[in-house]
């Protein structure tokens, strides 16, 4: 059972180039989230989506957009990178987040991204 | 604002002993909290989850205490060992889909 897996796992981009990342799930979670950890900074959630055909906004959202394609799936693309969003990013997923929910969420291994 | 306040500085102890690490929360209401262990270059790893009706929970070596008028939630790993080395992160369930993390302690276990 693989869980979460992103890709790629590390990337250089310069400034000003456009980059996806990839994150699928296999557990048939209904949310999925993309999360940025930085040094000092704790994990921060950019974007999530509740269930397939919906996304919000989390607390960093901005520089960023993500495509929930289906069920499984949920990339995050950087348009026009900046130096400021070289970070971690880690995708998640977890059962329905409505009634009850008790949030446990499942990570994948992460993507490091430098900007230059 | 709403804050999360773990320590920063890492806590070293000797293998065996009780290690204690704190979670702090201002303007929050949760009704989850959750602990998380994050091994260096993977991704966060679900360790307990505590209710805001619980006072304590257990699993194995592992305790989480959360106190709703304190606002705080504190985590014990008894007897513990080098393996247990590694950043726990605090997380609190503030509505549906929402979680939000604290900055995380990193724990380092001497032999």
């Known amino acids: 059972n693989a869980g979460v897996t992103q890709n790629p796992k590390f990337q250089v981009l310069k400034t000003g180039q456009s980059m996806t990342l990839q994150c699928a799930q296999d557990?048939?979670?209904?949310?999925m989230y993309w999360y940025r950890q930085d040094p000092g900074m704790g994990l921060r959630l950019i974007y999530y989506s509740a269930s397939e055909g919906t996304t919000d906004k989390g607390e960093v959202p901005n520089g960023y957009n993500v495509s929930r394609l289906n069920k499984r799936e949920f990339s995050l693309r950087l348009e026009s990178a900046a130096p400021s969003q070289t970070s971690v990013y880690f995708c998640a997923s977890s059962e329905s987040g409505t009634g009850g929910w008790s949030g446990e969420l499942f990570f994948g291994e992460g993507s490091r991204l430098t900007v230059l | 604002s709403q804050k999360i306040e773990q320590n920063s500085e890492a806590l070293n102890i000797q293998e065996g002993k009780t290690a204690t690490l704190t979670c702090n929360y201002t303007n929050y209401s949760p009704a989850y909290l959750q602990w998380y262990r994050q091994d260096p270059g993977r991704g966060p790893v679900f360790l307990l989850l505590i209710r805001e009706n619980e006072k304590e929970k257990r699993k194995e070596r592992l305790k989480v205490t959360f106190d709703t008028t304190l606002k705080q939630s504190l985590f014990h790993i008894t007897a513990s060992q080098p393996a247990d080395s590694a950043t726990y992160l605090c997380a609190l369930v503030t509505g549906a889909d929402k979680l939000i993390f604290g900055t995380g302690t990193r724990l380092q276990v001497f032999p």
């Open positions: 557990m048939n979670h209904n949310s």
